[in-house]
Protein backbone atom coordinates (compact mmCIF):
# COMPACT_ATOMS: atom_id res chain seq x y z
CA UNK A 1 0.00 0.00 0.00
CA UNK A 2 1.07 3.56 -1.06
CA UNK A 3 -0.34 6.88 0.15
CA UNK A 4 -0.29 9.73 -2.59
CA UNK A 5 -1.70 13.38 -1.60
CA UNK A 6 -4.42 14.37 -3.13
CA UNK A 7 -2.92 17.91 -3.41
CA UNK A 8 0.85 17.33 -4.08
CA UNK A 9 1.20 14.14 -4.95
CA UNK A 10 3.46 13.54 -2.14
CA UNK A 11 3.55 9.72 -1.41
CA UNK A 12 5.12 7.28 1.23
CA UNK A 13 4.10 3.83 2.01
CA UNK A 14 3.27 4.69 5.86
CA UNK A 15 0.33 6.61 6.61
CA UNK A 16 0.24 10.00 8.43
CA UNK A 17 -2.84 12.27 8.55
CA UNK A 18 -1.37 15.01 7.27
CA UNK A 19 1.08 15.23 4.30
CA UNK A 20 4.93 16.79 5.40
CA UNK A 21 5.17 18.89 1.96
CA UNK A 22 1.66 20.46 1.28
CA UNK A 23 -0.56 20.28 4.43
CA UNK A 24 -3.40 18.95 2.75
CA UNK A 25 -4.69 15.72 4.86
CA UNK A 26 -6.29 13.82 1.90
CA UNK A 27 -4.62 10.85 -0.13
CA UNK A 28 -5.13 7.76 -2.57
CA UNK A 29 -4.78 4.61 -1.38
CA UNK A 30 -3.10 2.51 -4.21
CA UNK A 31 -3.20 -0.73 -3.75
CA UNK A 32 -0.90 -3.89 -5.22
CA UNK A 33 2.13 -2.50 -5.82
CA UNK A 34 4.72 -4.61 -4.31
CA UNK A 35 7.78 -5.06 -6.18
CA UNK A 36 10.17 -2.74 -6.34
CA UNK A 37 14.17 -2.70 -7.53
CA UNK A 38 16.65 -3.13 -4.55
CA UNK A 39 18.56 0.27 -3.75
CA UNK A 40 21.05 -1.09 -0.99
CA UNK A 41 21.11 -4.42 1.56
CA UNK A 42 22.79 -5.04 4.43
CA UNK A 43 23.19 -8.28 6.70
CA UNK A 44 21.99 -7.98 10.71
CA UNK A 45 22.89 -10.36 12.68
CA UNK A 46 21.56 -9.29 16.27
CA UNK A 47 18.51 -8.60 15.63
CA UNK A 48 15.33 -7.71 17.92
CA UNK A 49 12.95 -10.00 19.60
CA UNK A 50 10.36 -12.30 18.05
CA UNK A 51 12.84 -12.31 14.82
CA UNK A 52 14.29 -14.65 12.56
CA UNK A 53 18.25 -14.74 13.76
CA UNK A 54 19.51 -13.49 10.88
CA UNK A 55 18.59 -11.65 7.47
CA UNK A 56 19.37 -9.03 4.99
CA UNK A 57 17.93 -5.46 5.35
CA UNK A 58 16.37 -4.12 1.95
CA UNK A 59 15.47 -0.54 1.11
CA UNK A 60 13.91 -0.73 -2.19
CA UNK A 61 11.95 1.46 -5.17
CA UNK A 62 8.55 1.30 -5.66
CA UNK A 63 7.44 3.71 -8.01
CA UNK A 64 9.81 5.94 -6.86
CA UNK A 65 8.68 5.33 -3.32
CA UNK A 66 11.52 4.12 -0.55
CA UNK A 67 9.82 0.99 1.26
CA UNK A 68 12.58 -1.08 3.71
CA UNK A 69 11.74 -4.72 4.16
CA UNK A 70 13.86 -7.87 5.17
CA UNK A 71 14.69 -10.51 3.12
CA UNK A 72 15.83 -13.81 4.36
CA UNK A 73 17.82 -14.64 1.28
CA UNK A 74 20.51 -13.30 -0.31
CA UNK A 75 18.56 -9.99 -1.56
CA UNK A 76 19.15 -8.97 -5.95
CA UNK A 77 17.46 -7.00 -8.44
CA UNK A 78 13.85 -6.58 -8.29
CA UNK A 79 12.31 -7.81 -4.87
CA UNK A 80 8.91 -8.56 -4.33
CA UNK A 81 7.09 -7.92 -0.64
CA UNK A 82 5.12 -10.38 1.00
CA UNK A 83 3.71 -10.31 4.37
CA UNK A 84 4.89 -9.12 8.00
CA UNK A 85 7.41 -6.76 6.10
CA UNK A 86 9.21 -9.95 4.55
CA UNK A 87 10.21 -9.21 0.54
CA UNK A 88 12.27 -11.85 -1.47
CA UNK A 89 14.19 -11.56 -4.93
CA UNK A 90 11.64 -11.97 -7.68
CA UNK B 1 20.88 32.62 30.89
CA UNK B 2 21.74 29.10 33.36
CA UNK B 3 24.75 27.61 35.11
CA UNK B 4 25.67 24.00 36.17
CA UNK B 5 26.48 24.34 40.19
CA UNK B 6 27.19 20.71 41.03
CA UNK B 7 27.44 17.57 39.89
CA UNK B 8 27.30 13.84 40.41
CA UNK B 9 27.04 9.86 38.49
CA UNK B 10 26.91 6.87 39.30
CA UNK B 11 29.27 4.51 37.90
CA UNK B 12 27.78 2.92 34.66
CA UNK B 13 27.09 -0.89 33.70
CA UNK B 14 25.24 -3.59 34.77
CA UNK B 15 24.05 -2.78 38.06
CA UNK B 16 22.11 -4.45 40.76
CA UNK B 17 20.13 -2.10 41.94
CA UNK B 18 16.65 -0.64 41.15
CA UNK B 19 16.06 2.78 39.22
CA UNK B 20 15.13 4.96 42.37
CA UNK B 21 18.34 3.74 43.88
CA UNK B 22 20.60 4.60 40.78
CA UNK B 23 18.80 7.83 41.06
CA UNK B 24 19.51 8.26 44.85
CA UNK B 25 22.98 7.84 44.47
CA UNK B 26 23.65 9.88 41.86
CA UNK B 27 21.84 12.77 43.60
CA UNK B 28 21.77 11.95 47.05
CA UNK B 29 24.71 14.15 47.95
CA UNK B 30 23.47 17.39 45.80
CA UNK B 31 20.05 17.23 47.13
CA UNK B 32 21.72 17.23 51.30
CA UNK B 33 23.60 20.16 49.65
CA UNK B 34 21.53 22.54 47.79
CA UNK B 35 17.78 23.42 48.46
CA UNK B 36 16.22 22.21 45.54
CA UNK B 37 12.83 23.55 44.14
CA UNK B 38 11.94 21.46 41.28
CA UNK B 39 13.35 17.83 40.11
CA UNK B 40 13.65 17.09 36.05
CA UNK B 41 13.66 13.21 35.55
CA UNK B 42 15.33 12.11 32.34
CA UNK B 43 13.91 8.64 31.66
CA UNK B 44 12.48 6.69 28.65
CA UNK B 45 12.13 3.35 28.87
CA UNK B 46 11.35 2.78 33.18
CA UNK B 47 7.74 1.53 31.78
CA UNK B 48 8.86 -0.81 29.20
CA UNK B 49 12.57 -2.22 31.45
CA UNK B 50 11.16 -1.88 34.79
CA UNK B 51 7.31 -1.98 35.36
CA UNK B 52 7.38 1.40 36.67
CA UNK B 53 5.19 4.86 35.57
CA UNK B 54 5.68 8.17 37.35
CA UNK B 55 9.48 7.67 38.45
CA UNK B 56 9.54 11.25 38.91
CA UNK B 57 7.40 10.80 41.69
CA UNK B 58 8.75 7.86 42.85
CA UNK B 59 12.03 9.32 43.06
CA UNK B 60 11.51 12.76 44.92
CA UNK B 61 9.43 10.77 47.44
CA UNK B 62 12.55 8.31 47.81
CA UNK B 63 14.74 10.94 47.92
CA UNK B 64 12.46 12.34 50.81
CA UNK B 65 11.56 15.32 48.61
CA UNK B 66 7.80 14.80 48.85
CA UNK B 67 6.43 17.81 48.32
CA UNK B 68 9.17 19.08 45.47
CA UNK B 69 7.47 19.34 42.17
CA UNK B 70 8.92 16.72 39.35
CA UNK B 71 8.15 16.02 35.80
CA UNK B 72 9.44 13.03 33.61
CA UNK B 73 11.14 13.84 30.22
CA UNK B 74 11.02 11.35 27.66
CA UNK B 75 12.79 11.75 24.23
CA UNK B 76 14.31 8.62 24.17
CA UNK B 77 17.95 8.40 23.44
CA UNK B 78 17.98 12.39 23.89
CA UNK B 79 15.86 12.21 26.68
CA UNK B 80 19.15 13.77 29.01
CA UNK B 81 19.25 16.96 26.64
CA UNK B 82 15.83 17.70 26.39
CA UNK B 83 15.88 17.19 30.12
CA UNK B 84 18.41 19.90 30.36
CA UNK B 85 16.53 22.73 27.83
CA UNK B 86 13.30 21.74 29.83
CA UNK B 87 15.40 22.51 33.22
CA UNK B 88 16.75 25.99 31.33
CA UNK B 89 13.19 26.87 31.05
CA UNK B 90 12.13 26.51 34.42
CA UNK B 91 14.82 28.40 35.45
CA UNK B 92 14.28 31.17 32.45
CA UNK B 93 10.54 31.52 33.76
CA UNK B 94 11.59 31.42 36.95
CA UNK B 95 9.07 28.68 37.94
CA UNK B 96 12.02 27.14 39.57
CA UNK B 97 15.03 28.99 41.34
CA UNK B 98 17.56 25.12 42.06
CA UNK B 99 16.83 22.24 39.83
CA UNK B 100 18.17 19.19 39.79
CA UNK B 101 18.31 17.41 36.46
CA UNK B 102 18.74 13.39 37.03
CA UNK B 103 18.87 11.04 33.87
CA UNK B 104 18.33 7.48 35.03
CA UNK B 105 17.69 3.89 33.14
CA UNK B 106 17.99 0.27 34.28
CA UNK B 107 17.97 -1.79 30.82
CA UNK B 108 19.81 -4.91 31.66
CA UNK B 109 16.84 -6.77 33.52
CA UNK B 110 16.14 -7.57 29.64
CA UNK B 111 18.60 -9.55 27.30
CA UNK B 112 19.70 -8.07 24.43
CA UNK B 113 17.02 -8.91 21.78
CA UNK B 114 14.27 -7.27 24.24
CA UNK B 115 16.47 -4.36 24.44
CA UNK B 116 16.81 -4.50 20.68
CA UNK B 117 13.25 -4.57 20.26
CA UNK B 118 11.84 -2.26 22.83
CA UNK B 119 14.07 0.50 21.85
CA UNK B 120 13.36 -0.20 18.00
CA UNK B 121 9.64 0.90 19.27
CA UNK B 122 10.79 4.03 18.86
CA UNK B 123 10.51 3.63 14.72
CA UNK B 124 7.23 3.98 12.59
CA UNK B 125 5.24 0.53 13.00
CA UNK B 126 5.67 -0.48 9.33
CA UNK B 127 9.87 0.22 9.64
CA UNK B 128 9.92 -1.92 12.53
CA UNK B 129 7.98 -4.68 11.13
CA UNK B 130 10.36 -4.69 8.31
CA UNK B 131 13.20 -5.75 10.93
CA UNK B 132 14.52 -2.28 11.43
CA UNK B 133 16.56 -1.08 14.33
CA UNK B 134 18.47 1.52 15.75
CA UNK B 135 22.04 -0.12 15.23
CA UNK B 136 21.06 -2.10 11.53
CA UNK B 137 20.51 2.04 10.27
CA UNK B 138 24.13 2.29 11.74
CA UNK B 139 25.26 -0.26 9.42
CA UNK B 140 23.03 0.92 6.52
CA UNK B 141 24.90 4.63 7.25
CA UNK B 142 28.59 3.35 7.61
CA UNK B 143 27.90 1.22 4.08
CA UNK B 144 26.68 4.44 2.45
CA UNK B 145 29.46 6.82 4.28
CA UNK B 146 32.39 4.11 2.76
CA UNK B 147 30.81 4.43 -0.63
CA UNK B 148 29.98 7.89 -1.01
CA UNK B 149 33.79 9.29 0.70
CA UNK B 150 36.00 6.06 -0.23
CA UNK B 151 36.45 5.79 3.47
CA UNK B 152 38.21 2.52 4.82
CA UNK B 153 36.21 0.62 7.24
CA UNK B 154 39.11 0.74 9.18
CA UNK B 155 38.31 4.46 10.29
CA UNK B 156 34.97 3.30 12.43
CA UNK B 157 36.72 0.52 13.98
CA UNK B 158 39.55 3.70 14.71
CA UNK B 159 37.03 5.10 16.62
CA UNK B 160 36.18 2.55 19.08
CA UNK B 161 39.66 2.28 19.45
CA UNK B 162 39.58 5.75 20.44
CA UNK B 163 36.51 5.70 22.88
CA UNK B 164 37.63 2.75 24.87
CA UNK B 165 41.10 4.28 25.55
CA UNK B 166 39.22 7.14 26.75
CA UNK B 167 36.80 4.77 28.66
CA UNK B 168 40.04 3.30 30.20
CA UNK B 169 40.36 6.73 31.65
CA UNK B 170 37.30 6.86 33.31
CA UNK B 171 36.37 5.32 36.51
CA UNK B 172 32.27 6.15 35.92
CA UNK B 173 32.55 4.37 32.71
CA UNK B 174 31.11 0.72 31.66
CA UNK B 175 34.16 -0.73 29.32
CA UNK B 176 37.15 0.35 31.38
CA UNK B 177 39.02 -1.56 28.87
CA UNK B 178 41.13 -0.80 25.64
CA UNK B 179 40.85 -2.42 22.53
CA UNK B 180 43.17 -3.13 19.19
CA UNK B 181 41.90 -2.24 16.08
CA UNK B 182 42.60 -6.09 15.59
CA UNK B 183 39.98 -7.15 17.93
CA UNK B 184 37.50 -4.26 17.10
CA UNK B 185 37.58 -5.88 13.80
CA UNK B 186 37.61 -9.10 14.44
CA UNK B 187 34.75 -8.97 16.75
CA UNK B 188 31.22 -10.53 15.83
CA UNK B 189 29.29 -8.28 13.10
CA UNK B 190 26.13 -6.92 14.79
CA UNK B 191 24.91 -5.30 11.44
CA UNK B 192 27.34 -5.09 8.62
CA UNK B 193 29.75 -3.91 8.37
CA UNK B 194 30.24 -2.94 12.23
CA UNK B 195 31.12 -4.83 14.97
CA UNK B 196 30.27 -5.37 18.30
CA UNK B 197 33.08 -2.72 20.45
CA UNK B 198 31.43 -0.47 17.55
CA UNK B 199 28.30 -0.42 19.72
CA UNK B 200 27.37 0.86 22.99
CA UNK B 201 26.44 -1.79 25.59
CA UNK B 202 23.57 -2.24 27.76
CA UNK B 203 24.01 0.04 30.64
CA UNK B 204 22.79 0.52 33.67
CA UNK B 205 23.24 4.09 35.67
CA UNK B 206 22.35 7.46 36.66
CA UNK B 207 23.97 10.89 35.91
CA UNK B 208 22.69 14.15 38.11
CA UNK B 209 23.44 18.18 37.49
CA UNK B 210 22.04 21.12 39.52
CA UNK B 211 20.99 24.06 37.98
CA UNK B 212 20.70 28.09 38.50
CA UNK B 213 20.27 31.56 36.98
CA UNK B 214 23.31 32.94 35.89
CA UNK B 215 23.37 35.77 38.87
CA UNK B 216 23.26 33.41 41.38
CA UNK B 217 25.89 30.90 40.10
CA UNK B 218 28.92 32.00 42.11
CA UNK B 219 26.71 32.08 45.54
CA UNK B 220 26.95 28.17 45.06
CA UNK B 221 30.51 27.69 43.48
CA UNK B 222 33.64 29.61 42.28
CA UNK B 223 34.09 27.51 39.38
CA UNK B 224 30.36 27.20 37.52
CA UNK B 225 29.90 26.14 33.93
CA UNK B 226 27.50 28.44 32.12
CA UNK B 227 25.16 26.91 29.35
CA UNK B 228 25.89 29.64 26.76
CA UNK B 229 23.76 27.87 23.92
CA UNK B 230 21.12 25.47 23.54
CA UNK B 231 19.22 24.48 20.65
CA UNK B 232 16.92 21.80 19.54
CA UNK B 233 15.73 20.09 16.46
CA UNK B 234 13.85 17.33 14.98
CA UNK B 235 12.98 15.03 11.94
CA UNK B 236 10.96 12.45 10.54
CA UNK B 237 11.17 9.74 12.56
CA UNK B 238 10.26 7.57 8.81
CA UNK B 239 13.78 6.88 7.76
CA UNK B 240 12.85 5.93 4.29
CA UNK B 241 11.90 9.36 3.36
CA UNK B 242 14.72 11.09 4.49
CA UNK B 243 16.39 12.12 1.51
CA UNK B 244 19.99 11.37 2.23
CA UNK B 245 20.75 8.78 5.24
CA UNK B 246 23.82 10.46 5.60
CA UNK B 247 22.37 14.34 6.11
CA UNK B 248 21.34 14.52 10.15
CA UNK B 249 19.51 17.66 10.06
CA UNK B 250 18.39 17.61 13.49
CA UNK B 251 21.84 17.67 14.40
CA UNK B 252 22.88 19.76 12.08
CA UNK B 253 20.08 22.62 12.80
CA UNK B 254 21.09 22.10 16.41
CA UNK B 255 24.15 23.09 16.20
CA UNK B 256 23.63 25.93 14.04
CA UNK B 257 21.10 27.39 17.08
CA UNK B 258 23.20 26.50 19.87
CA UNK B 259 26.36 27.82 18.55
CA UNK B 260 24.56 31.17 16.86
CA UNK B 261 23.11 31.95 20.65
CA UNK B 262 26.42 31.06 22.28
CA UNK B 263 28.36 33.30 20.37
CA UNK B 264 30.84 30.78 19.48
CA UNK B 265 31.94 28.94 16.61
CA UNK B 266 35.02 27.00 17.62
CA UNK B 267 34.93 24.88 21.22
CA UNK B 268 37.88 22.83 22.57
CA UNK B 269 36.34 19.27 23.48
CA UNK B 270 32.39 17.69 22.20
CA UNK B 271 31.00 15.17 23.53
CA UNK B 272 28.41 13.28 20.75
CA UNK B 273 26.01 10.44 20.35
CA UNK B 274 28.23 7.63 19.31
CA UNK B 275 25.85 5.04 19.63
CA UNK B 276 27.31 3.30 16.82
CA UNK B 277 31.37 4.25 15.69
CA UNK B 278 30.00 5.96 12.34
CA UNK B 279 27.35 8.17 14.21
CA UNK B 280 30.39 10.31 15.65
CA UNK B 281 31.99 10.55 12.31
CA UNK B 282 28.67 11.61 10.67
CA UNK B 283 27.52 14.23 13.91
CA UNK B 284 31.07 15.46 14.02
CA UNK B 285 30.82 16.59 10.41
CA UNK B 286 27.42 17.86 10.77
CA UNK B 287 28.53 20.17 13.62
CA UNK B 288 31.38 21.62 11.79
CA UNK B 289 33.94 20.01 14.14
CA UNK B 290 35.31 17.80 10.90
CA UNK B 291 35.23 18.42 7.52
CA UNK B 292 32.29 17.06 5.48
CA UNK B 293 32.99 13.84 3.66
CA UNK B 294 36.58 13.75 5.56
CA UNK B 295 36.19 13.29 9.14
CA UNK B 296 37.09 9.62 8.83
CA UNK B 297 40.88 11.32 7.96
CA UNK B 298 40.97 12.75 11.56
CA UNK B 299 40.61 8.95 13.23
CA UNK B 300 44.45 8.27 11.83
CA UNK B 301 46.17 11.47 12.89
CA UNK B 302 44.90 11.25 16.62
CA UNK B 303 43.26 14.42 15.82
CA UNK B 304 40.03 13.91 17.81
CA UNK B 305 42.33 12.04 20.50
CA UNK B 306 42.24 13.55 24.14
CA UNK B 307 45.68 15.76 23.17
CA UNK B 308 44.58 16.15 19.77
CA UNK B 309 43.34 19.21 18.06
CA UNK B 310 39.55 18.50 18.58
CA UNK B 311 39.00 15.93 21.23
CA UNK B 312 35.89 13.65 20.93
CA UNK B 313 33.83 11.63 23.64
CA UNK B 314 36.99 12.13 26.61
CA UNK B 315 34.63 10.52 28.59
CA UNK B 316 34.55 7.18 26.37
CA UNK B 317 31.09 8.75 24.67
CA UNK B 318 28.12 6.09 24.83
CA UNK B 319 30.57 3.53 23.08
CA UNK B 320 32.50 2.92 26.18
CA UNK B 321 31.08 4.84 28.86
CA UNK B 322 28.02 3.19 27.92
CA UNK B 323 24.49 4.25 27.08
CA UNK B 324 22.05 4.08 29.66
CA UNK B 325 19.23 6.09 27.67
CA UNK B 326 18.10 8.42 29.93
CA UNK B 327 21.28 9.49 31.82
CA UNK B 328 23.70 9.46 28.79
CA UNK B 329 22.73 13.05 27.85
CA UNK B 330 23.05 14.14 31.47
CA UNK B 331 25.87 12.55 32.03
CA UNK B 332 27.58 14.29 28.85
CA UNK B 333 27.10 17.16 31.39
CA UNK B 334 28.52 15.74 33.86
CA UNK B 335 31.97 15.45 31.65
CA UNK B 336 31.49 19.15 30.06
CA UNK B 337 31.96 20.50 33.45
CA UNK B 338 34.57 18.08 35.10
CA UNK B 339 36.38 19.30 32.03
CA UNK B 340 35.85 23.20 32.22
CA UNK B 341 36.57 23.36 35.75
CA UNK B 342 40.03 21.36 35.25
CA UNK B 343 38.69 18.60 37.30
CA UNK B 344 38.57 15.64 34.39
CA UNK B 345 41.72 13.74 35.78
CA UNK B 346 43.51 11.83 33.27
CA UNK B 347 41.60 12.76 30.51
CA UNK B 348 42.00 16.46 30.80
CA UNK B 349 42.07 18.38 27.95
CA UNK B 350 44.76 21.27 28.05
CA UNK B 351 42.91 24.75 28.57
CA UNK B 352 39.33 23.35 28.19
CA UNK B 353 37.02 26.10 28.19
CA UNK B 354 34.12 25.85 26.18
CA UNK B 355 32.53 22.41 25.28
CA UNK B 356 29.52 21.10 23.50
CA UNK B 357 27.13 18.06 23.56
CA UNK B 358 24.67 16.65 21.10
CA UNK B 359 21.81 14.47 22.65
CA UNK B 360 20.23 12.58 20.23
CA UNK B 361 16.60 10.73 19.96
CA UNK B 362 16.41 7.63 17.64
CA UNK B 363 18.63 7.82 14.34
CA UNK B 364 18.57 11.75 14.34
CA UNK B 365 14.99 12.13 15.25
CA UNK B 366 15.76 14.99 17.48
CA UNK B 367 18.90 16.29 18.61
CA UNK B 368 20.13 18.96 21.50
CA UNK B 369 23.50 20.74 20.97
CA UNK B 370 24.56 22.73 24.27
CA UNK B 371 27.49 24.67 25.08
CA UNK B 372 29.33 24.86 27.82
CA UNK B 373 31.75 27.52 28.64
CA UNK B 374 33.51 29.10 31.90
CA UNK B 375 32.34 32.52 31.40
CA UNK B 376 28.81 33.83 30.94
Known sequence: MIYRCKNCDYKTWIKRARCPKCGAIEFDEIQGDNKGYLLVSWKLTATPDGFEDVYWLCLININGTKVFCRSLKEPKGVMIIKDNGICEPM | ?????????????????????????????????????????????????????????????????????????????????????????????????????????????????????????????????????????????????????????????????????????????????????????????????????????????????????????????KKPVFIKGIGISSDTSIISERDDILNMNAVRRAGIIAKREAKVEKVDFAELHDMATVLEIVEAEELGLLSKGEGWKAYYENYTAINGEMPINTSGGLNAKGHPIGASGVAQAVEAFLQIRNEAGSRQVKNARTGLSLSMAGFGNSATVIIYSDEP
Open chain 2, 1 to 221: MVAIIDVNLTRFGKRKENPLELAAEASLSLVRKYEIDFVVVSNTYSGEFNSISGINNLITTYLGMDSTPSIRVDNTSGSGGSAILVAKSLLDSRIANTVLVIGVEKMSDKNTKQVTSIIASLLSYEERRAGLTLPSLAGLMAKEYMRRYNAPRESFALVAVKNHLNGSLNPFAHIQKKVTLEEVLKAPVIAEPLTLYEFTPISDGAASIVMVRNEYAYSFT
